[in-house]
């Protein structure tokens, strides 16, 4: 079974500086996509970015880019020019691709990093 | 507006009562998801649905049911038979196969 791990429950980041959210994921699978995702004091769950693991390129989103090391099953989220509204729960998921004959597309989380956006 | 909304926000129970939670898409998706998210916790999938009329059980679906009789709704019950029933309960839904999924507001279940 695949596990995602976040191991900073929490970070803090002065208004404009730039901070990085670790995430580890164990899989014996080779193909299969990762996001991270942003859940702000509403509690909607908000998709920041998504990466395909057969693709080598680095995902970019405006601020927000990842490093997606997949030999090291590492996918770390930064976040540039951090803003105030940047404030929230991220939250690291892995899902299968479902080639491997699964038909399950579920979204495997991480427990979250809670960052703090200090001005 | 396309999305998703779950009603309603805020709900109430009595121990012992079964609860049924709301999830409504108009994106015309064919695959929907409900998730528990508890304290500390990341989301864990309940249920999931796939077409009309088909539903799997996902991690943790002791104590809950589902149905899928039109593509638009996805309602999860609560049971009185799950142990601990009080969480933020969150519904998702995707085109079949695709990448990400989307999620509606949630619903925050207290039962006492």
Same mark, same amino acid.
């Given at each position: 079974?695949?596990t995602?791990t976040?191991?900073?429950?929490e970070?803090?980041?002065q208004?404009?500086?730039t901070?990085t959210l670790?995430?580890t ?11 991270w995702?942003?859940q ?11 990466q395909?693991? /057969? *693709? ?9 880019? #990842? &490093?997606?090391?997949k030999?090291?099953k ?5 976040i540039s020019d951090?803003?105030l509204?940047d ?6 998921a892995?899902?299968?691709t479902?080639y491997s004959?699964?038909s399950? /597309? *579920?979204l ?8 703090? #956006? &200090?001005? | 507006?396309?999305?998703?909304t ?7 129970r ?5 609860v ?7 994106l015309?998706h064919?695959?929907?998801?409900w ?5 500390g ?9 796939q077409?009309v ?5 996902g991690d ?15 309602p ?5 038979a799950?142990k ?9 839904s995707?085109?079949q ?14 039962v006492t």
């Open positions: 079974a695949q995602v976040q191991s900073q429950p970070m803090s980041v208004e404009a500086e901070v670790s995430c994921y164990d899989t014996s699978e080779s193909d299969y996509y990762l996001f995702y942003k702000p004091p509403s509690r909607q769950m908000i998709l920041v970015i998504r395909e693991a /057969y *693709k080598q390129q680095n995902a970019t989103e405006n601020r927000f880019s #990842v &490093n997606f090391q030999a090291a590492s996918f770390s989220l930064k951090s803003q509204g404030a929230a729960m991220y939250f690291c892995y899902r299968t479902g004959g699964g399950n /597309y *579920k495997t989380f991480g427990k979250g990093t809670l960052l703090t #956006v &200090n001005p | 507006d396309g999305g998703i779950q009603s309603p926000k805020y709900l109430f009595k121990e012992g009562q079964n049924t939670l709301s999830c409504e898409q108009n015309n064919d695959a929907m998801y998730y528990r998210q508890d304290p916790q990341g989301l864990r999938l309940i249920y999931y649905s077409i009329n088909d539903f799997q059980k943790i679906a002791e104590g809950y049911s589902v149905s899928r009789e039109k593509k638009e709704s996805f999860l019950t609560v049971t009185s799950q601990n029933p009080t969480a933020f309960y969150l519904c998702a995707s085109i196969g695709a990448f990400e999924q989307y999620f509606g507001p949630g619903t925050r279940l207290t």
